[in-house]
């Protein structure tokens, strides 16, 4: 159709003559339209029967698109909305809305442990060999000062106890959150150094551990062979205040203990802890400033040949880390 004020085609000779002015054409124009409109209109209603629309040009219901159609519906979208004159349903407005990427909410973990929170804590940091000045930095644990935290120590060969307490509790992270339990890092070698030891203790009291291990290895003299839990003592002085997390600090302990024994086959420290495993410490930060049940374990003596044999092997180290994860499934209760 022609919607302006130019003149319209020209008429058959038969049925006006060519001297008449086309504006006194219209009425033999008229008739010819309206003779046409029964056509025109059978020719619409047979459209709309055979394509299914229905009132409004709209079809007579919501038809979802594949979800490609609707993750695309970018550029493409807005301008087909600008070509498009017709009303949306309220049904198409709210599908038309809804975030193409929404999906259903993940499912709960299952398991023995689920929900339950534990916090590992690998031991000191590899660059706070770099870092000394920052790491020498003195920090309060509630009974006096001390420095933020230590290099560590090396085996002869110079693997670095750093790297051996992030692997091993990279390992455990992955049994426990296989058993359903959420695993909170106090570092994963995200972070040139540290964290100081006020803040591992910090980051296991408010994630509301159900348990805290601070995984280490020990570096004294030969000779000097297997492993030991550290629990903390009764504490109570400025931010310390241990006199909660005795108790279940050491049922956690000893829990470790004998299943670390038995998954590794090491024996208990032939140098401390009179062959209990167990020592308990009043000078460690880690253990003065938490608030939730926590033990150190070190796994081994990196300085004598023997025990550092069984340290660099990763095997061993996945030994360790099914000891440490079933004796903290033994005092959740799990």
Same mark, same amino acid.
């Not at 038969?14 to 059978?42: E, F, G, H, I, N």
């Not at 159609?69 to 301008?79: P, R, S």
């Not at 929404?102 to 590992?120: D, F, M, Q």
């Not at 002085?237 to 470790?256: C, H, M, N, Y």
């Given at each position: 159709?022609?919607?302006?004020?130019?003149?319209?085609?020209?008429?058959?000779?038969?049925?006006?003559? @060519?001297?008449? +002015?086309?504006?006194?054409?219209? $009425?033999?124009? #008229?008739? %010819?339209? /309206?003779?046409? &409109?029964?056509? !025109?209109?059978?020719?619409?209603?047979?459209?709309?029967?055979?394509?299914?629309?229905?009132?409004?040009?709209? @079809?007579?219901? +919501?038809?979802?698109?594949?979800? $490609?159609?609707? #993750?695309? %519906?970018? /550029?493409?979208? &807005?301008?087909? !909305?600008?070509?498009?004159?017709?009303?949306?349903?309220?049904?198409?407005?709210?599908s038309a809305s809804a975030p193409a990427s929404a999906s259903a909410p993940a499912a709960p973990a299952k398991g023995p442990l689920a929900g339950r929170t534990v916090v590992i804590d690998p031991?000191?940091?590899?660059?706070?060999?770099?870092?000394?000045?920052?790491?020498?930095?003195?920090?309060?644990?509630?009974?006096?000062?001390?420095?933020?935290?230590?290099?560590?120590?090396?085996?002869?060969?110079?693997?670095?106890?750093?790297?051996?307490?992030?692997?091993?509790?990279?390992?455990?992270?992955?049994?426990?959150?296989?058993?359903?339990?959420?695993?909170?890092?106090?570092?994963?070698?995200?972070?040139?150094?540290?964290?100081?030891?006020?803040?591992?203790?910090?980051?296991?009291?408010?994630?509301?551990?159900?348990?805290?291990?601070?995984?280490?290895?020990?570096?004294?003299?030969?000779?000097?062979?297997?492993?030991?839990?550290?629990?903390?003592?009764?504490?109570?002085?400025?931010?310390?205040?241990?006199?909660?997390?005795?108790?279940?600090?050491?049922?956690?302990?000893?829990?470790?203990?004998?299943?670390?024994?038995?998954?590794?086959?090491?024996?208990?420290?032939?140098?401390?802890?009179?062959?209990?495993?167990?020592?308990?410490?009043?000078?460690?930060?880690?253990?003065?400033l938490s608030t939730r049940p926590k033990v150190f374990i070190e796994c081994g003596n990196m300085r004598d040949a023997?025990?550092?044999?069984?340290?660099?092997?990763?095997?061993?180290?996945?030994?360790?880390?099914?000891?440490?994860?079933?004796?903290?499934?033994?005092?959740?209760?799990?």
């Amino acid at each position: 159709m022609r919607y302006d004020d130019s003149p319209p085609p020209p008429e058959s000779a038969a049925s006006v003559s @060519p001297d008449t +002015p086309w504006y006194a054409r219209r $009425s033999t124009l #008229a008739v %010819a339209v /309206a003779a046409l &409109a029964p056509t !025109a209109l059978a020719g619409w209603v047979l459209t709309q029967v055979l394509t299914g629309s229905g009132p409004g040009g709209q @079809p007579p219901g +919501p038809k979802a698109l594949p979800a $490609s159609h609707t #993750a695309g %519906a970018g /550029a493409h979208g &807005a301008g087909d !909305a600008k070509a498009s004159t017709a009303t949306p349903s309220p049904a198409a407005s709210a599908s038309a809305s809804a975030p193409a990427s929404a999906s259903a909410p993940a499912a709960p973990a299952k398991g023995p442990l689920a929900g339950r929170t534990v916090v590992i804590d690998p031991g000191h940091n590899t660059g706070n060999f770099k870092h000394t000045s920052e790491i020498d930095r003195q920090v309060d644990i509630g009974t006096n000062l001390k420095e933020c935290d230590t290099t560590g120590t090396t085996t002869n060969s110079g693997y670095m106890e750093a790297e051996f307490t992030l692997d091993v509790s990279r390992r455990t992270r992955a049994l426990l959150e296989s058993k359903g339990a959420k695993v909170v890092f106090t570092h994963d070698a995200d972070r040139p150094w540290g964290p100081c030891i006020d803040e591992r203790a910090r980051i296991g009291n408010e994630a509301k551990a159900d348990a805290v291990v601070s995984v280490h290895a020990d570096g004294v003299s030969a000779g000097n062979r297997g492993f030991h839990i550290i629990l903390p003592a009764t504490v109570k002085g400025g931010a310390a205040d241990t006199s909660k997390i005795v108790g279940p600090s050491r049922d956690l302990g000893e829990r470790i203990a004998g299943n670390f024994a038995r998954s590794t086959g090491s024996a208990p420290a032939n140098y401390l802890g009179g062959g209990t495993g167990l020592v308990v410490r009043d000078d460690l930060g880690g253990l003065n400033l938490s608030t939730r049940p926590k033990v150190f374990i070190e796994c081994g003596n990196m300085r004598d040949a023997k025990d550092a044999a069984q340290l660099t092997s990763p095997e061993w180290r996945q030994k360790a880390a099914e000891g440490i994860t079933n004796g903290i499934v033994g005092f959740l209760g799990g």
